[in-house]
């Protein structure tokens, strides 16, 4: 099977410094520059956070923050249609952007993968990172034994399966069956266990007889 690095199929970078960008540096700004800039309005982004991106490969759209720029945002730090976001700090989650999430911003704890080849999609990169040994190809990369973050460097490194297209799509097409089905389960457990809770609780308050 042949094999890529990630690095020379795709272009990496890590997102924005919001600090830098943040409307609430005006108080960083000589006061006269200040008050000429604050007379601009700040604008408005959506911004995802660590914790927007779930262990299924989507976008909690509910955990993106608001975020207000004291300029326009270069676009290169913007969602578009098809880029993995990867977050920098495990568990490694990703996810690919689609029409209805574009135009949020990607900040520096992650990173956002744009694929440059048209050998290979983007869902098939993004699926392997999700469920591939990514870890543990990270782990042997960085020099701490406790993976806590990664660099962008090293995720160029991750060596990435060559499929046939027609192979990548039926790939992809199970998966996404798979997933949801794993996603239905966890959410009938995450049910039960609230069942469960009422149940014994119930029994404890002597609301109801064994």
């Not at 800039?37 to 408005?44: A, N, Y």
């Not at 955990?63 to 880029?83: G, M, R, W």
Request: glycine residues 2%; charged residues 25%.
């Amino acid at each position: 099977m042949e094999y890529k690095q990630l690095k020379d199929i795709a272009d990496i970078q890590t997102g924005l410094v919001l600090s830098r960008k943040g409307a609430k540096q005006l108080e960083l700004i000589p006061q006269e520059v200040s008050e000429q800039i604050s007379l601009l309005k700040p604008i408005e982004y959506k911004v995802i956070s660590l914790r927007s991106i779930d262990s299924f490969g989507n976008i909690n759209l509910s955990e993106v923050d608001d975020f207000q720029s004291i300029e326009d945002l270069p676009e290169k730090y913007l969602t578009q249609e098809n880029d993995i976001v990867l977050r920098l700090f495990t568990p490694v989650y990703s996810c690919i952007i689609k029409k209805e999430q574009l135009n949020m911003v990607i900040p520096s704890q992650c990173a956002v993968i744009r694929v440059n080849r048209n050998y290979i999609l983007p869902d098939f990169i993004q699926l392997y990172l999700m469920k591939g040994d990514i870890e543990q190809q990270l782990a042997n990369k960085e020099v701490s034994t406790q993976l806590r973050s990664v660099r962008t460097s090293s995720i160029g490194e991750i060596q990435i399966p060559v499929f046939p297209m027609e192979k990548q799509e039926k790939i992809i097409a199970t998966s996404k069956l798979l997933l949801k089905k794993e996603q239905l389960l966890n959410l009938l457990s995450e049910q039960q266990s609230l069942y469960n809770k009422a149940i014994i609780k119930s029994l404890i308050q002597n609301k109801m007889e064994i």
